[in-house]
C-alpha cells in the first residue's frame, strides 16, 4: 500500500508477549464502531499469525502489516 495509513486507534502492545497484544486488540474492537481502523504495534513474531487468524474467524478485516526495525504495525478494520 503506497499511501500513509492513519489509524483511529494505537495499541503500543511493545515488549508485551502473546497472547498479551491480541488480547489488547481484542478488547479495544469490542467496544469500537464498525469501521475503526486500529494499529496495533507488537514487538511480538507470533502475533504477525495469530492476530490475522482472529481477525478473519471474528469477520474483520486486515488492511496491512507494516515491519519495522525492531516491531511491526498490524492494521485492523472492525466490520
Known amino acids: ?3 500513509q ?3 483511529d486507534v494505537t495499541i503500543d502492545a511493545r515488549g508485551a508477549g ?3 497484544p491480541l488480547m489488547d486488540l481484542i478488547g479495544k474492537v469490542k467496544t469500537a464502531d464498525s469501521g475503526t481502523v486500529f494499529e496495533l504495534q507488537t514487538s511480538d513474531r507470533g502475533s504477525v499469525s ?3 487468524e482472529w481477525v478473519e474467524k471474528a469477520g474483520h478485516e486486515l488492511v ?3 515491519e519495522h526495525e525492531d516491531y511491526w504495525s ?3 478494520q472492525k466490520a
Open 1 to 3: 500500500m503506497s499511501e
Open 5 to 7: 495509513l492513519t489509524a
Open 18 to 20: 502473546c497472547p498479551g
Open 50 to 52: 495469530d492476530v490475522p
Open 64 to 66: 496491512e502489516t507494516v
Open 74 to 76: 498490524i492494521y485492523v
